[in-house]
T-cell receptor, first 116, second 113 residues
Framework: DSGVTQTPKHLITATGQRVTLRCSPRSGDLSVYWYQQSLDQGLQFLIQYYNGEERAKGNILERFSAQQFPDLHSELNLSSLELGDSALYFC???????????????FGPGTRLTVL | GNSVTQMEGPVTLSEEAFLTINCTYTATGYPSLFWYVQYPGEGLQLLLKATKADDKGSNKGFEATYRKETTSFHLEKGSVQVSDSAVYFCALSPLNTGNQFYFGTGTSLTVIP
């Protein structure tokens, strides 16, 4: 158990809909990362937050957005869903927002999104 | 730019065989290097890491050495077990950046009794 929690575990929805994925980082971790894992794209970094502020953006679509709240939990919002958005979405957290000696990321169990 | 190239899978080995999964990287500066493991139906778990050249990371019988001269971080284990069946990801985190991780494509390992 990494200490990172994600809800829900599974989500099934229809095209055009909007969903929200939730992540709680490990106790003490200020930085949160979102990743998308699909069979054809592998593990893709989406976005990073540090202490409530967006820190880095990766391959995140405009239909997707995220935020980190004062209690440090984070939500990933996916809208106008398409079939191709079906994937595993992982959240990770780390102590520091930057590279360095204690920068390993701890991953949650993921949310499996199926868009029908 | 930053990138990780991993050995293509899948890899199938018999129990007690020697494992090597190759990983090479391209990075600006001196990154930290990681191996993560993903067991079926689970999230990624940190297996080992190395933060500077010639460092050796080790855990659960797995080892990897940070080789700056060959920009490599190959994963090895002397005697694999059925329970090692999983997908292994090599990753790098460039120093002095936002700790964005760059992952390889993953290598699936199946160990048969």
């Amino acid at each position: 158990d990494s200490g990172v929690t994600q809800t829900p575990k599974h989500l099934i929805t229809a095209t055009g809909q909007r969903v929200t994925l939730r992540c709680s980082p490990r106790s003490g971790d200020l930085s949160v990362y979102w990743y998308q894992q699909s069979l054809d794209q592998g593990l893709q970094f989406l976005i990073q937050y540090y202490n409530g502020e967006e820190r880095a953006k990766g391959n995140i679509l405009e239909r997707f957005s995220a935020q980190q709240f004062p209690d440090l939990h984070s939500e990933l919002n996916l809208s106008s869903l398409e079939l191709g958005d079906s994937a595993l979405y992982f959240c990770a957290s780390s102590v520091t927002p930057s590279g360095g000696s204690y920068n390993e990321q701890f991953f949650g169990p993921g949310t499996r999104l199926t868009v029908l | 730019g930053n990138s990780v190239t991993q050995m293509e899978g899948p890899v199938t080995l018999s129990e007690e065989a020697f494992l090597t999964i190759n990983c090479t990287y391209t990075a600006t500066g001196y990154p930290s290097l990681f191996w993560y493991v993903q067991y079926p139906g689970e999230g990624l778990q940190l297996l080992l890491k190395a933060t500077k050249a010639d460092d050796k990371g080790s855990n659960k019988g797995f080892e990897a050495t940070y080789r700056k001269e060959t920009t490599s971080f190959h994963l090895e284990k002397g005697s694999v077990q059925v329970s090692d069946s999983a997908v292994y990801f090599c990753a790098l985190s460039p120093l002095n950046t936002g700790n964005q991780f760059y992952f390889g494509t993953g290598t699936s390992l199946t160990v048969i009794p």
